[in-house]
């Protein structure tokens, strides 16, 4: 089975362009999840969906959104690019508990996309 | 607040010696824990995880991890090091809470080196 692919793998744009990334989870998995990872820091959480529907925010701005497919597959979209926005993009395809376990219990995560903004 | 603390930037270690990896989290929910390593450039990759039962887990690559609920603690181990290993670690926890159970919460990383 493929893991999680993510597209493209790099990509360059200039301040105030909007971009779109793209995440297909792993085979049977529902729930995507988008994170940043700033050059030096940990990933931080962004968006989670499931079943086409958004469970989670981050502390992101507005310009940040995202949306899930009815095959599963998701979409990072990002107006106004700063400067500040450069970092690797990691899509995590997640499996959360259920009944009484709540929590994700498992996150595989693609390569993600290197985005520079200049 | 949820957070997640790895009190070391950085470690440089011999090739053969062992290694520990400190991490620390915050919060009282019931935490799931997670160890990822990075090579530059790439995806995460996961070594371990804990939910719950032995304290003491294994992972792949000769990884384990010990979980001390008392001290808020989920440290990484590997009792001799390859040069291979040299990459960034993150250790990273989700919380069995309705409010936050949707996001995986990375620390800030830490970089090991590993010298012949």
């Known amino acids: 089975d493929a893991g999680v692919t993510q597209s493209p793998t790099h990509l360059i744009k200039t301040r105030g362009q909007h971009v779109t990334l793209r995440c297909s989870p792993i085979?049977?998995?529902?729930?995507v999840s988008w994170y940043q990872q700033v050059l030096g820091q940990g990933p931080q959480f962004i968006f989670q969906?499931?079943?086409?529907?958004?469970?989670g925010r981050g502390n992101f701005p507005d310009r940040f959104s995202a949306r899930q497919f009815p095959n599963y597959s998701s979409e990072l979209n990002v107006n106004a690019l700063l400067l500040g926005d450069s970092a690797l993009y990691l899509c995590?395809?997640?499996?959360?508990?259920?009944?009484?376990?709540?929590?994700?219990?498992?996150?595989?995560f693609g390569q993600g996309t290197r985005l520079t903004v200049v | 607040a949820q957070s997640v603390t790895q009190p070391d930037i950085h470690i440089t270690v011999s090739e053969g010696a062992s290694l520990e990896l400190r991490c620390n989290y915050s919060?009282?929910?019931?935490?799931?824990l997670f160890w990822y390593v990075q090579s530059p450039g790439q995806g995460l990759q996961l070594l371990l995880k804990?939910?719950?039962?032995?304290?003491l887990v294994q992972g792949i690559k000769g990884f384990e991890a010990e979980f001390k609920r008392s001290q808020s603690s989920f440290n990484l181990r590997k009792p001799s090091v390859h040069w291979s290993d040299a990459a960034e670690y993150f250790c990273?926890?989700?919380?069995?809470?309705?409010?936050?159970?949707?996001?995986?919460?990375f620390g800030p990383g830490t970089s090991l080196s590993v010298i012949p």
């Open positions: 085979s049977g998995h529902k729930s």
């Open positions: 969906y499931y079943e086409k529907e958004e469970r």
């Open positions: 995590a395809s997640t499996i959360q508990g259920q009944g009484a376990i709540l929590g994700v219990i498992e996150a595989f």
């Open positions: 919060y009282g929910a019931t935490p799931y």
């Open positions: 990273a926890v989700s919380w069995a809470q309705k409010t936050s159970y949707d996001k995986v919460i």
């Open positions: 804990y939910f719950s039962g032995d304290t």
